[in-house]
């Protein structure tokens, strides 16, 4: 490069080169996770590339309002964090997501598999979420919820997409259980190619120490991030009922994370809960999925009248964000942007994300002559046809509802199925040795611990 490089960044996706080249190669490869063929992130965004806009010529407003509120939190614009469990990319991790959300007034979504205790992440953004799994026993989940209910978390997330694929065509990385002496040895030749990240780790005198500080039993250690895969794996899946138990436990907002369909929509409202995220977990799980963006549509006119529709998935620009707006979402939440702009900047990087969303929004608003991101609606928008996916709708192409199709989601399967899965663990019983992450980015899916 000739030129110095300027610390700020101007699109996303150049953040994501600067975090290719900061972080460790095994790091990077598991932010960027997928699962199988990865078809499901390539659509999410080349969704959202699809749809264009028609914008006015004259007639532009000089001011426009971009703020809006979710779950009666104000924000001052309609991007959110969403939680992503992951480690070892920043030493100050999801802290430093949380300031930088905070100073950019916004809300901060926490995981249950983060590598930061909710306690400090509520004290950088008093607007944090924290977001749980259905895992382990009721009695668990009720802790983990007194706890962040204590640290001042204002709503529970419920994420309950998740179903375990396993593979991706280009491989994962080798994870180790725990950071000890030989992972570390094991790890050192892809850490010494990476001085900045090296250096960043290293004046904290601290290496990641890969364990989940949010799902840590009361007295107990932090459970390691692949034994808290396999206590995942391992729960029974949550029925409808489950879902209600776990709202009513929470007794505040509560989202539900991870819905692609109309028909799980409208279970979910019945299910009382306030808000849903049109989401497919970014593309790491169930390979194939659509878009997000495809279905957001029919949810949003099945259910929006009676939650807030969030949308996440995909989301890389501004304009995405008023695409997002326009087919009936109250507002989005990103992932990956947000990881790539810590990689490469820390705190100072997810503003700029930030930044960069809002400025496109607003670029995108002006263009299409409104005053406020709630004037946007389908008439900015061209929608090439077959574009949208009216998924659970019973329309062709979609799947009968499970209730219609084979009874009750109550009557197949117990509110709370005593037998285990006969599943075999995805993470090593052994600590050290290295494995390939099952799916989602995150822990050994998207959870994974990136290294
Ligand atoms: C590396 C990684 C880890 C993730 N971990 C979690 C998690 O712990 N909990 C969760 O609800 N979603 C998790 N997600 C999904 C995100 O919350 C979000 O749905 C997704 O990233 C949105 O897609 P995007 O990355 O294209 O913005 C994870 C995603 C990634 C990429």
């Known amino acids: 490069m000739p030129w110095r490089q300027n610390p700020w960044f101007e699109t996303v996706l150049e953040a994501q080169r600067r975090a290719k080249k900061r972080l460790p190669p095994s790091v990077y490869a598991a932010l960027v996770a997928g699962s199988e063929r990865g078809r499901t992130p390539e659509d999410n965004q080349a969704a959202f590339a699809e749809l264009q806009f028609a914008p006015h010529v004259a007639g532009h407003q000089s001011e426009r309002e971009l703020s809006t509120t979710v779950l009666g939190i104000p924000i001052s614009l309609p991007v959110l964090i969403s939680p992503t469990g992951v480690q070892a990319v920043h030493p100050e991790g999801e802290v430093a997501v949380a300031r930088a959300a905070a100073n950019r ?57 998740w179903s375990f694929s396993i593979g991706r065509d280009w491989g994962s990385p080798a994870i180790p259980e725990k950071m000890t002496l030989k992972a570390m040895w094991d790890f050192a030749p892809e850490a010494i190619i990476r001085p900045k990240w090296l250096w960043a780790y290293g004046k904290t005198g601290r290496v990641p120490d890969l364990t989940t500080p949010n799902l840590q039993p009361p007295g107990g250690e932090a459970p390691t991030f692949f034994g808290a895969y396999y206590e995942w794996q391992q729960t029974p899946p949550p029925t409808w009922e489950d879902v209600a138990w776990l709202r009513e436990e929470w007794g505040g907002p509560f989202i539900l994370k991870g819905i692609t369909r109309v028909d799980d929509a409208k279970r979910a409202v019945d299910a009382g809960v306030s808000a849903i995220s049109v989401s497919n977990h970014g593309g790491n799980n169930l390979d194939t999925t659509p878009a997000t ?34 087919l009936g979402a109250r507002a989005v939440m990103i ?40 004037e946007l609606s389908r008439q900015d928008l061209f929608i090439p046809q077959g574009f949208e996916r009216h998924l659970g709708a019973g329309d062709a192409g979609a799947a009968a509802s499970p209730s219609t199709a084979a009874g009750s989601s109550a009557a197949r399967r117990s509110t709370r199925p005593a037998a285990r899965r006969p599943r075999k663990p995805a993470a090593p019983a052994s600590a050290e040795a290295p494995v390939t992450p099952p799916a989602p980015g995150s822990p050994a899916p998207d959870s994974a611990p990136q290294q």
Request: glycine residues 12%; neutral net charge.
């Open 293 to 326: 963006i495809r279905c957001l549509p029919a949810v949003a006119a099945a259910v929006g009248d009676q939650v807030e529709v969030l949308l996440d998935g995909g989301v890389r620009r501004g304009g995405d964000v008023a695409k997002a707006l326009a």
């Open 105 to 161: 007034g916004t809300i901060m979504g926490l995981s249950s598999f983060a590598s930061k205790p909710v306690e400090e992440v509520a004290a950088a953004n008093p607007n944090t979420f924290f977001q749980m799994y259905w895992t382990g026993t009721r009695e668990q989940m009720v802790q983990r919820m007194d706890r962040a209910r204590a640290a001042g978390a204002k709503a529970l997330i419920a994420t309950l997409d």
């Open 335 to 374: 992932g990956r942007a947000y990881l790539w702009g810590l990689a490469a900047n820390g705190q100072t990087g997810v503003e700029n994300v930030l930044d960069l969303l809002r400025m496109g929004l607003d670029s995108a608003v002006l263009g299409l002559g409104h005053k406020s991101i709630h």
